[in-house]
């Protein structure tokens, strides 16, 4: 089966005034669909970088970095555009809700994007909504909710347009204990559920824990990739 992420050989430069600065070096990656992976590493290591290249948000200095078979590389803005928006959902560690927004419309806002009719946009959301634990707070602001629960809003936002892959970079960073048990609870729900692809960036041992995929980073190149062994007994 062809894999839903590649990055083939990717090379990633930038420059800091007259220094340059390899964030990835000629690294291989690749990702299975329905995979619940990992990437980790100390600051610096590149674990962003790769997100950021695999959501269409940056570009690679050399090398070729492929989402369901298509060449990043290849494509114009207004492709690139559509593969985020149709493809790839995104949970940043600042949750990025918008805040004059309810958790309603900030849960349709990439529906809206799409076109989707306002009916059908509000049945999904409903349905999202309730799936992640936020039902009866549609109407609510961000200012008015907690970290879990913006957070929550952030996880609805993901996969409401059932996209191909779900990057989610320190999705528990801001988070306290339980919170973050219960994030990791429902994201490993929608992973068995719904099939839906997590790639996190992490340095979070609590992520860690609970990656069916660990793919370890060191100055931009793997230096590790193991399956856990609850996974692997559960795929024989």
Not at 184 to 213: I, K, Q
Request: net charge neutral.
């Amino acid at each position: 089966m062809p894999a839903i992420i590649e990055l083939k050989r990717i090379t990633k430069t930038y420059r800091q005034g007259a220094v340059s600065v390899e964030a990835l070096r000629s690294l291989d990656l690749s990702v299975q669909a329905k995979e619940f992976t990992a990437l980790c590493g100390p600051s610096g290591s590149g674990k962003t970088t790769c997100l950021n290249l695999i959501g269409a948000l940056d570009r690679s200095t050399s090398g070729e970095t492929w989402v369901e078979g298509r060449r990043l590389e290849s494509l114009d803005r207004a492709e690139l555009s559509k593969l985020r928006r149709d493809r790839i959902g995104f949970i940043f560690q600042s949750y990025n809700l918008i805040p004059v927004l309810s958790v309603l419309e900030n849960t349709e806002f990439i529906l809206d994007l799409q076109g989707v009719k306002a009916d059908l946009r509000k049945e999904r959301c409903f349905a999202v909504l309730k799936a992640v634990g936020l039902q009866g707070l549609e109407s609510r602001f961000p200012e008015d909710l907690s970290g879990g629960q913006q957070q929550r809003v952030a996880i609805a936002r993901a996969i409401v347009h059932e996209p191909a892959v779900v990057l989610a970079d320190e999705p528990t960073a801001n988070l306290d204990s339980v919170n973050a048990a219960a994030l990791l609870d429902l994201m490993e729900e929608l992973n068995r559920s719904r099939g839906v692809t997590f790639v996190f960036s992490t340095h979070d041992e609590r992520v860690m824990r609970r990656a069916h995929r660990l793919v370890t980073l060191k100055d931009g190149r793997t230096e590790r990739d193991r399956t856990s062994v609850a996974e692997t007994s559960a795929t024989q």
